[in-house]
Nanobody
Framework: VQLVESGGGLVQAGGSLRLSCAAS????????MSWYRQVPGKPRDLVAQ???????YYTGSVKDRFTISTDNAKTTMYLQMSSLKPEDTAVYYC?????????WGKGTLVTVSS
């Protein structure tokens, strides 16, 4: 299983970015899929999650600004981010849980300038 994130970069506050997570060896359908983010010195925090059992979840600070989705083939997961704020600056990781095993990508850096 391999997860590869892309789409990070530098954006001004108020701008938008779309992160992608390409999966190989696994599909997103039927599993719990998530985006996390981490800033140096702090724990990795859940940003958005999607599962067939629990539906869709967003942490409060990104609700109504971020959208988690997948492509029709269920091999790529997206995080559409809009109205970005400097506090959204972090390394963003995609995650999938299958049979109790966590799989992680290596992350993509998002920097939001004020």
């Amino acid at each position: 299983v391999q997860l590869v994130e892309s789409g990070g970069g530098l954006v001004q506050a108020g701008g938008s970015l779309r992160l992608s997570c390409a999966a190989s060896g696994i599909i997103f359908s039927g599993n719990t899929m998530s985006w996390y983010r981490q800033v140096p010195g702090k724990p990795r925090d859940l940003v958005a999650q999607m599962s067939t059992h629990s539906g869709t979840y967003y942490t409060g600070s990104v609700k109504d600004r971020f959208t988690i989705s997948t492509d029709n083939a269920k091999t790529t997961m997206y995080l559409q981010m809009s109205s970005l704020k400097p506090e959204d600056t972090a390394v963003y990781y995609c995650n999938i849980v299958r049979d109790g095993v966590n799989y992680w990508g290596k992350g993509t850096l998002v920097t939001v300038s004020s």
